[in-house]
């Protein structure tokens, strides 16, 4: 089994303080050590039964400040990371290159649904930020050179500028995250996430069932995102279909086993499927 998305951050320190306040006050809220560092998540794991998990950049630091999830990587064989970088930045492309020359950096993660200027401190579904960084080509050159993965969080209702990206250069390999934080009230094929269909056109694009726990408005098993997942598997295919639990940043309001076994409850989901959606889907879409 392998989680497509975990987090995990160090002790703060004279160069690497906390300084992201409304990430300071979300850790507070978690079932974890404040600290949560690979160790404990690879403890967790271990106690959840997941063999190796991708470490996604946590912007408690600076959102830019990559040293902790590098280090994930470099030090321990069973985690896979995913770095943030600003596209906008005049060593954007230095910056993919140096990160992607670690073994266990896989790729890069953009923010979408975040204003630029306040990078995961809040959500905004009208930033339009995604779309203005097509123009950054060195960026996106690196990544084509780099082979990194491009993992973007966007709105459901920024979908058309993620689909904009991916036909500017549809030769890199996309992620998307968290069901699109779509509504779960919403049938999928009603609503704005039906946009995901243009970009389930594309061989290079797969999508996430990530972070269910806060997307959906009920408790375990989540029922009210199940309709997406199978729309998902419908229009994508469960070679491209990816979950990841978000864990620690769910564990307000789930543990680890919950993140994992809601898929068990999803009807119409085969054994086989899920063996591809908890490991095999990511392996071959990112080349692990």
């Known amino acids: 089994m392998l989680d497509s998305h975990t987090h995990a951050w160090g002790y703060p320190s004279r160069e690497h303080p906390w300084v992201t306040g409304p990430i300071i006050d979300l850790v507070d809220s978690f079932d974890v050590h404040t600290a949560y560092t690979a160790e404990r998540l690879l403890d967790d794991m271990d106690d959840a039964g997941v063999d190796e998990a991708v470490v996604v950049g946590y912007p408690i630091c600076d959102w830019r400040d990559n040293h902790y999830t590098v280090s994930c990587a470099a030090e321990h064989d069973r985690l896979h990371g995913v770095v943030m970088i600003d596209p906008f930045a005049d060593d954007a492309a230095d910056q993919l290159r140096d990160a992607m020359a670690t073994e266990g950096v896989i790729g890069v993660r953009l923010g979408a649904a975040c204003p630029h200027d306040a990078m995961w401190e809040r959500f905004d579904p009208d930033a339009t930020w995604l779309r203005e960084s097509i123009a950054e080509t060195a960026f996106w050159e690196a990544a084509a050179e780099t082979d990194a993965l491009v993992q973007v969080l966007a709105h459901e209702d920024q979908l058309h500028q993620a689909l904009a990206l991916v036909e500017t ?5 996309y992620a998307f995250d968290h069901f699109a934080h779509a509504d779960p009230a919403v049938p999928p094929a009603e609503g704005p996430f039906a946009a995901f269909a243009d970009l389930a056109e594309y061989d290079t694009v797969a999508v996430k069932v990530s972070e269910v726990v806060h997307r ?4 375990f098993p989540y029922t009210d995102m199940h309709e997406h997942v199978r729309w998902f598997l419908d229009t ?3 070679e491209r279909v990816v979950w990841g639990s978000d864990y620690p940043n ?8 919950d993140a994992i076994s809601w898929l068990d409850h999803v009807d119409g989901v085969s054994d086989a499927d899920r063996e591809w959606l908890t490991g095999r ?6 080349g692990l």
Do not use: K, Q
């Not at 250069?169 to 390999?173: A, N, S, W």
């Not at 769910?250 to 086993?257: I, Q």
């Open 169 to 173: 250069y549809p030769e890199l390999t």
């Open 216 to 219: 959906s408005d009920e408790g």
């Open 236 to 238: 994508f295919g469960r």
């Open 250 to 257: 769910v564990s307000d309001e789930a543990s680890y086993g």
């Open 281 to 286: 889907a990511f392996r071959e879409h990112v």
